[in-house]
């Protein structure tokens, strides 16, 4: 890594510490983080890199602790430009696949379950990208548009394919399914800038996906074309060797998922590539085996409203989604049941919730492509509707959100009232005295920490989402068996047209949910206001590996905590010492570049953590990978050289290791961990301050570097890094 100026790279000779801060999900400006107006650049590039304050251009450039700042921009790593944030959007789906697996719970059995489930179920959304691809390609446009000549512009000037055989304008029209995987593979392929010690060594692993996934996807699209073949009475001796190849594929494919640690055993790391590049080449074979057969196979097809075979093959694809999840859901639950229910965020939940939601926008980004065009072909009109299967999908949709939107709006009434009486307890201990004139602001800060608590009571929303996956598999079975949903809506008794009011809502409800996702990603782009909002979506999401989907944006941890190890690296070089300032999810950065620093550099480090999600929501939500016991090997590494700041109106950062409320029990005073913890009053006052019209505000979630409390802990650890003695 260089640095860009020569007047740089001896340090800052008159400071003996430096105050390296990173920032959070929000992506703030370097002037912003650093509190200066004028900053340069010393190194990284235009995605991420490191910032210094340019010295003597305003007053106050001089850190009045005597400390030299820099700064850490790590913001733009997992977006970039409009192009690749909109990829972010497409690509959501599976991004949630790989963060379902880092949820995995702790246990024996219960880690190795989930992981292979969550395999199972990525392997499976790529088998319905590419089937509902097939859908468009091949049942609206191939069959049922071409087939009949009618086609809208501009479909309506494909002549050559219109005077050809259906099995040719099959095989011709299959290779848009075909090049969708293909530009699925480059948009995951997105190559970042080389580091020499990557954080996560997966790329071995993600070949193997890679080889995996691809070979699915054409052995999905071969069963397709050879099913509609053998549907139409075009059975024959190739079509049975060619369907019996395909599922062969199919079957090696998923074994080498279901069997734990095939794929990352580094024993079976050899066998596990040349068995999965095998079968992807296998699969190029059949693929052009089968485009052949099919049109060069000059028989005549029967009339049907659809393309045939497509249908059953979309509902066993989707019936094993849901069995997986259901199974997946089973299992977390089970673990749960086992574990400690008090818990906020019991470990473990969130692996079936995020893969839930994972299914869910899949369903939905798949069955509106199918219906809008269908819609936009004109084929449901003349031929009864989209294929069944996606009927299904719409209406289970639309049967999932509104379940989760009542299941929330009860949690939030049901909690309001506990809430509010935690919230009333801590606002007393703070202000045990309330001057007069006060009531109206002490009722805001009550509710904003009732608000912040709502965290606090997740648990029961995460156990009953991941119950409704019963739903999707009750809407496969049926789907499966043929059954139509305004049949089932008067086998039931519904009322008439309820069925087809859900399924018209639960269409527009798919087509709104795809339609805000890509506005919301051109926002999160353009806008720093939106992008604070979202950013925790892509941010958290791409910060972990694909250990599930090979198709899933690539880690920037992979680029980030290297290149803070490295800085952190040559700063101690320089310098006395390092203050480590994280806010947010850049506390999780340098945790882990911490636990990766050499024992020489981590004796003149020292870690200051605010808005900390670590204890509060990662240990839970990742027991496997930041635990407990991961965060305290990091206190162990420094020293425990680390002080926390933490606010009760914060819904995301939190303690790490203990509260330390007004009230509360006095910790064991032997153990380091208890004393990390700097549980912040805010707001500091509740009336204004002379000279003032307003009362201080609540700070929430925000980082507050130039806050009274943040700076008597920059001084706090600046002093025991110059005097290692010092407690």
């Known amino acids: 890594m260089s640095e860009g100026t020569p007047s740089h790279r001896g340090g800052l000779a008159p400071h003996d510490i430096v105050e390296l801060r990173v920032h959070g999900v929000s992506g703030a400006r370097p002037e912003r983080v650093l509190g200066r107006a004028h900053v340069q650049q010393i190194a990284g590039d235009s995605s991420g890199g490191f910032h210094r304050p340019v010295s003597g251009r305003q007053p106050g450039d001089t850190d009045p602790d005597g400390v030299a700042l820099e700064a850490y921009r790590w913001g733009d790593l997992p977006s970039g ?90 095989a011709v029209l299959a290779l848009l399914p075909v090049a969708a995987v293909v530009l699925l593979r480059l948009l995951g392929a997105r190559r970042r800038r080389p580091v020499a010690h990557p954080l996560w060594a997966v790329e071995p692993l993600v070949g193997r996906l890679r080889a995996i996934h691809v070979a699915t996807a054409l052995a999905v699209l071969d069963l397709v074309l050879l099913e509609a073949r053998s549907s139409g009475g075009g059975r024959t001796t190739a079509s049975i060797v060619l369907l019996a190849l395909t599922g062969a594929v199919l079957l090696v494919c998923v074994g080498l998922l279901a069997v734990p640690g095939l794929l990352d055993g580094a024993a079976t790391a050899r066998a596990a590539t040349w068995t999965a590049e095998t079968v992807r080449v296998l699969a190029y074979g059949i693929s052009v085996a089968a485009f052949a057969a099919v049109a060069l196979d000059e028989r005549g097809w029967p009339p049907s409203p659809g393309l045939p075979g497509y249908g059953p093959v979309v509902s066993w694809a989707m019936l094993g989604q849901m069995a997986l999840l259901v199974v997946l859901s089973g299992l977390v639950l089970w673990h749960y049941a086992r574990g400690d229910r008090r818990s906020a965020l019991p470990t473990g939940l969130g692996a079936a919730v995020v893969a839930a939601i994972a299914v869910g926008l899949a369903g939905a980004f798949s069955s509106d492509l199918v219906y809008q065009t269908g819609n936009l072909l004109g084929g449901y009109e003349r031929d009864g509707g989209p294929p069944l299967p996606y009927q299904w999908t719409v209406l289970a949709f639309f049967l999932h959100v509104s379940a989760g939107v009542l299941l929330c709006g009860a949690l939030t009434l049901t909690s309001r009232a506990p809430r509010w009486r935690a919230a009333a307890a801590i606002t007393a201990g703070d202000f045990p005295s309330p001057p007069p004139g006060a009531a109206e602001q002490l009722k805001q800060v009550t509710r904003a920490i009732a608000r912040a608590r709502f965290t606090e009571r997740l648990a029961m929303l995460s156990v009953a989402y991941a119950a409704l996956a019963a739903i999707g598999l009750t809407t496969g079975v049926l789907g499966l068996f043929g059954l139509e949903p305004d049949r089932l809506g008067r086998l039931l008794g519904l009322p008439a047209g309820s069925v087809g009011f859900g399924l018209a809502v639960g269409s527009y409800l798919t087509a709104s949910v795809v339609l805000a996702l890509l506005l919301g990603g051109i926002l999160a782009y353009r806008t720093a206001w939106f992008r604070r909002h979202v950013g925790i979506l892509w941010d958290l999401g791409t910060f972990w590996p694909r250990a599930a989907h090979p198709f899933a944006p690539p880690s920037y941890a992979d680029r980030a905590v290297p290149e803070l190890v490295d800085r952190i690296t040559q700063l101690a070089e320089r310098h006395a010492g390092v203050l480590l300032c994280g806010h947010s999810h850049g506390s999780a950065l340098l945790a882990l570049a911490v636990l990766r620093l050499p024992p020489e550099v981590r004796q003149r480090v020292a870690l200051l953590t605010y808005g900390s999600p670590l204890g509060r929501l990662y240990a839970r939500l990742f027991p496997a990978y930041l635990n407990q016991g991961v965060l305290r090997e990091v206190g162990e590494r420094i020293g425990w050289r680390w002080l926390n700041l933490w606010r009760d109106t914060d819904p995301v950062g939190g303690w790490i290791f203990a509260a330390h409320r007004p009230g509360d029990s006095s910790p064991d005073p032997s153990d380091p961990a208890m004393r990390v913890d700097r549980r912040l009053r805010d707001p500091r006052d509740v009336l204004p301050r002379p000279g003032e019209r307003r009362p201080p505000p609540l700070r929430g979630h925000q980082p507050g570097e130039n806050d009274p409390e943040f700076r008597a802990a920059v001084r706090e650890l600046v002093g025991r890094l110059r005097d290692p003695g010092r407690c």
């Open 81 to 170: 430009t409009v192009a690749r944030t909109l990829s972010l959007v497409l690509l959501l789906p599976f991004m949630l696949s790989n963060v379902a697996v880092w949820m995995r719970p702790v246990g024996r059995g219960s880690g190795s379950g989930v992981t292979v489930l969550c395999r199972l179920l990525a392997l499976n959304l790529t088998a319905l990208f590419v089937l509902s691809i097939a859908g468009v390609a091949l049942d609206s446009l191939a069959w049922r548009c071409l087939g009949v000549a009618r086609c809208p512009a501009p479909f309506a000037g494909m002549v050559e394919l219109e005077g050809r055989q259906v099995g040719q304008r099959l």
